[in-house]
């Protein structure tokens, strides 16, 4: 089992900066990968950047590239989304997950957290 927890979350204006930390527990050496995901209201869950734990090899949509950073601290078996140039249309409540492949479909990450809500706005 994977225990995963999101924090940083909040309100924020456009063009802001937000990081999301993920912290994780349990069995995540079995995990080779990590994901952020959101979900607006109304709309699917969306994949916004992945990561490898081993590597820190980085994967973007093109709707956030240049925009979302994902990192690690393996140390601390913590993940992170750093997140620039905030738009309206990023309000979403976020999530981490972990799979032991590298994919952008929410159905290939066994394990999730509980997410954090991102609201930008002015």
């Known amino acids: 089992q994977v225990q995963l927890v999101e924090s940083g979350g909040g309100l924020v204006q456009p063009g802001g900066s937000l990081r999301l930390s993920c912290a994780a527990s349990g069995s995540i050496v079995s995990m080779n990968v990590m994901g952020w995901f959101r979900q607006a209201t109304g709309k699917e869950r969306e994949f916004v950047a992945g990561?490898?734990?081993?590597?820190?090899?980085?994967y973007y949509p093109d709707s956030v590239k240049g925009r979302f950073t994902a990192s690690r601290d393996n140390a601390k078996n913590t993940l992170y989304l750093h997140m620039n140039s905030l738009k309206p249309e990023d309000t979403a409540v976020y999530y981490c997950?972990?799979?032991?492949?590298?994919?952008?479909?929410?159905?290939?990450?066994?394990?999730w957290g509980q997410g954090t809500q991102v609201t930008v706005s002015s």
């Open positions: 990561i490898s734990w081993s590597e820190g090899n980085t």
């Open positions: 997950a972990a799979a032991r492949t590298v994919s952008v479909r929410p159905t290939e990450f066994p394990y």
